[in-house]
C-alpha cells in the first residue's frame, strides 16, 4: 500500500508522514529530500566551478539521515538557502523526470507512506490513500520560523512566494487530486493529525492491519 501526502512548505509534511509511517509499520520517503539534494548539489557545483547531471548524484537514505553521495546531508538541506534553491529546481523538467522515476521505482513494492508535492498527481496517482495537507499561511510560517530562527514576517514572505512558484510551475505543479482527502491541520495537534490519516488508512484497509501496539 502507499498512502501519498501532498501539500505545501510548512504544512507539516515530513514530520506527520514520518509518524504516521512509525505508526503503521511502513517505510517513510522524503521526496522534498530528494530535490533538497538536487539544490545543494547545485549549489556545491558553482562553489567548484562544474555542472553535475542529476543522473550522476547519489541519494540515499538510511534510517532518518540522508545522504549525497558519501556526505550526510540531513541537516543542510534543511537550511534556508537551500530550501529557496529546492523549490527552484523543482522546476527543472530534467530533475523532475529523473526523481519521479527513482521514487515510482522505490515505492513500488512494500508498504510506503511518500510525501511531497506530486505524489498522488504525478508519482503514483493509483496510490491507494491520497492526503493532501495544508494548513493557514500565518500557522504554516510559524512553523518555519521556529525551526530556521527567522522572523514571521520573513517566512511568511518566503512561503508566499514559493506557494506561489509551486503552483504555476509548468512541470507538475502544486494541486489537490480530485480524490485526494484534504486535512487542514490548522488548530489542531501533531498527534491529532496522524491519529487522523491512520484513520483514513484504517478505512481503507481495515482496523486488523494497523498494528495493536503502535503509538503516535
Known amino acids: 500500500m502507499l498512502v501519498a501526502i501532498d501539500g505545501p512548505v510548512g504544512a507539516g509534511k515530513s514530520t506527520v508522514a ?3 509511517a512509525a505508526h503503521l509499520g511502513f517505510t517513510y520517503l522524503d521526496t522534498g529530500a530528494m530535490y533538497r539534494c538536487v539544490a ?18 547519489a541519494i540515499d537514505f538510511e534510517g532518518t539521515r540522508v545522504f549525497l553521495d558519501d556526505m550526510d546531508a540531513t541537516d543542510v538541506i534543511r537550511t ?7 523549490s527552484e529546481v523543482a522546476t527543472d523538467p530534467a530533475v ?14 512494500g508498504d510506503w507512506v511518500a510525501e511531497g508535492r506530486d505524489i498522488g498527481t504525478v508519482v503514483r496517482p493509483d496510490a491507494e490513500l491520497k492526503v493532501f495537507l495544508t494548513a493557514s499561511d500565518e500557522e504554516r510560517a510559524g512553523r518555519r520560523a521556529a525551526q530556521t530562527g527567522r522572523t514571521l514576517e520573513e517566512e ?4 508566499r512566494e514559493r506557494d506561489e512558484r509551486d ?12 480524490d485526494a482527502v484534504l486535512v487542514d491541520t490548522t488548530g489542531l495537534s501533531f498527534d491529532e493529525v496522524v491519529t487522523r490519516i ?4 484504517d478505512d481503507v484497509r481495515g482496523p ?3 498494528p495493536k501496539d503502535a503509538g503516535t
Not at 558553482?46 to 542529476?54: Q, Y
Not at 534556508?80 to 529546492?86: D, I, L, N, Y
Not at 503552483?167 to 480530485?178: H, I, K
Not at 491512520?198 to 488508512?201: G, I, R
Open 18 to 20: 514520518r509518524a504516521v
Open 40 to 57: 545543494l548539489a547545485r549549489v556545491q557545483d558553482e562553489s567548484a566551478d562544474r555542472t553535475r547531471p542529476v543522473e550522476e548524484l
Open 80 to 86: 534556508p538557502a537551500v530550501s529557496q534553491r529546492a
Open 96 to 109: 523532475r523526470e529523473n526523481l519521479v522515476e527513482r521514487q515510482r521505482a522505490l515505492t513500488q513494492r
Open 156 to 159: 511568511l514572505a518566503d512561503l
Open 167 to 178: 503552483r504555476t510551475r509548468e512541470a507538475s505543479p502544486l494541486r489537490q487530486a480530485d
Open 198 to 201: 491512520a484513520q483514513l488508512v
Open 208 to 210: 486488523a492491519t494497523t
